[in-house]
């Protein structure tokens, strides 16, 4: 009897163990050699895109995509046309959702290199106007529609907030939160664990530490945290943002 008992509480052990491992493995599906998905939960999904440079090689590039009732709102563009045409018919295709939206979290050409696709396909995009401004100013694709400070947007019934917060890797970034799933898109205002400084050309250094505190204070339930580049985590990522450009 004790002896079976004993099995039983060993199986229970196992299943539980395997159960948890399950739940920490996230998806990753294989578009092509330039575009990767990661399912993080039922409504939250990564796409990863690649952009080759001069002064860091060839870059991962993050951007969030958010889903309900077939419907999906896009965070960030892959890196070129063809890789986003790729990323809109996966999503038509694998996840049988329409594209409602696509927002860009600042100017740079790693969030809307890939912005001119959408547009074909007459997909209406979203960026602050002071991401608006700059991108004009740099030649790089242009939004088509701003906001000031603060933009809510809808996917099928729930709700993405879009916001400024303050200055850091650019004059504009925005970061996206996902409230019914705790999930916080950063873009390259927040860093991968371990990274370095990365591109400062277009920085507020001075301000960085500032404006991420702010966020973390804004988000204190933040369960997800989603950098521009890089491995995702949980609010370690802000706290090590923060501290890589704190003032000394």
């Known amino acids: ?4 008992s004993k099995s039983l509480f060993i199986l229970v052990v196992l299943l539980c163990m395997c159960s948890c ?5 996230h998806e990753v599906i294989t578009v092509s050699e330039e575009l990767k998905i990661k399912k993080l939960n039922e409504h939250s999904y990564i796409h990863i895109s690649y952009l080759n440079t001069e002064s860091f090689g060839k870059v991962s590039c993050n951007g969030m995509i958010i889903i309900d009732n077939n419907e999906a709102l896009i965070f960030d563009t892959p890196t070129n046309d063809s890789v986003s045409g790729a990323l809109i018919n996966w ?3 694998n996840l049988k959702c329409e594209v409602k939206g696509v927002v860009a979290t600042h100017f740079h050409g790693d969030c809307l290199g890939g912005l ?3 547009h074909r396909k007459k997909i209406p995009s979203y960026a602050s106007n002071e991401t608006i401004r700059l991108a004009k100013a740099q030649n790089n694709p242009i939004p088509q529609n701003g906001f000031d ?3 809510e947007l809808k996917v099928g019934k729930r709700k993405v907030f879009n916001t400024f917060h303050g200055e850091g890797h650019t004059a504009d970034n925005v970061i996206s939160y996902f409230p019914d799933e705790k999930v916080l898109f ?3 205002l927040i860093k991968s ?3 370095k400084k990365g591109n400062l050309e277009d920085a507020n250094i001075k301000e960085w530490s500032t404006t991420v505190s702010k966020i973390k204070e804004k988000y204190p339930d933040v369960k997800i945290v989603i950098p521009g580049h890089g ?7 802000l706290d090590y943002t923060i501290s890589l450009f704190k003032a000394e």
């Open 21 to 25: 491992k399950k739940e920490q493995t």
């Open 91 to 93: 999503i038509q295709k």
């Open 231 to 237: 491995a995702y985590g949980k609010q370690e990522l």
């Open 193 to 195: 664990k371990g990274a």
């Open 1 to 4: 009897m004790k002896s079976t």
């Open 116 to 118: 001119d696709e959408f």
């Open 149 to 151: 400070t603060h933009l």
């Open 186 to 188: 950063g873009g390259c």
